[in-house]
């Protein structure tokens, strides 16, 4: 069974009611698909504003003092955060909606609880190659939570709907053309997207002035080994290098990519 958060932090009034055997299916369905689902207004708006407030305060106290690494995805624009404490409430939501319930009859292995992230999406950044999570037969789960009003202007993610059906080689990919089948996910805050990791995917350039914050609970090989993942460090707010490493071969490569 899938070890939630619910015996450990008090349930807060849900924006909407849990989601009916109905709906479920459906989801289901859907995600059998096309390789993701998305459902809508699931997290609290308002608790999803003071989030964003958190995050991006934090951003800037630690640009302010030098404790942002140089690199790292700067460049590029898109930075990895963790959330800590203040994103609990996000994955207590997705608890009494049904969404892990959801996700673990979606996955292929039993869970633990979520490793927790942000994806820090900076104006200015660049739009990403397609690319999986990971190797096609070492999928994983992934719930996306929008922050903030995503869309084509601040970086809505770039999906290919059903490249999760089979494994392509990146040429295979390129030489079908399957990226002509593109979709991008533009949501609301509170929207979730569920995906699974070998769906051919993007990040995108955000072309407005504010970054662009997306929450991201994931169960890599299973999920989180600790008890309770938003208390790492304290719980504090962290941002931590994404593929790109904060050295100066990293930032030259970086530089290369952009």
Known sequence: MTQTLSRTIPNEPSVRERMSDAQFDSYKRAFAADGYVVIKNVVPR????????KIANEFERQKRTGELFAGGGQLSGHLNCYPGEAARFAYQALVDYGIVDLIEALSSRPLRQPNVGCNFNMPGSHAQQYHMDRTYRNEFMIANISVVD?????????????????????????????????????????????????????????????PRPMLAFSWEDGGNQVEDPFAHEGGAIRFRPNWFAPTWKGRVIEKAFV
Do not use: C
């Open 150 to 210: 995503t869309d084509l202007v601040n970086g809505a993610t770039d999906v290919v709907p059903g490249t999760h059906r089979r494994f392509y080689k990146y040429w295979q990919f390129v030489l079908e053309r399957k990226a002509r089948e593109h979709k991008r996910v533009i949501s609301e805050a509170g929207d979730v997207l569920v995906r699974v990791s070998n769906l051919w995917h993007r990040g995108m350039p955000n072309h407005s002035s504010v």
């Open 46 to 53: 308002d608790q999803l504003a003071e989030l964003h407030a």
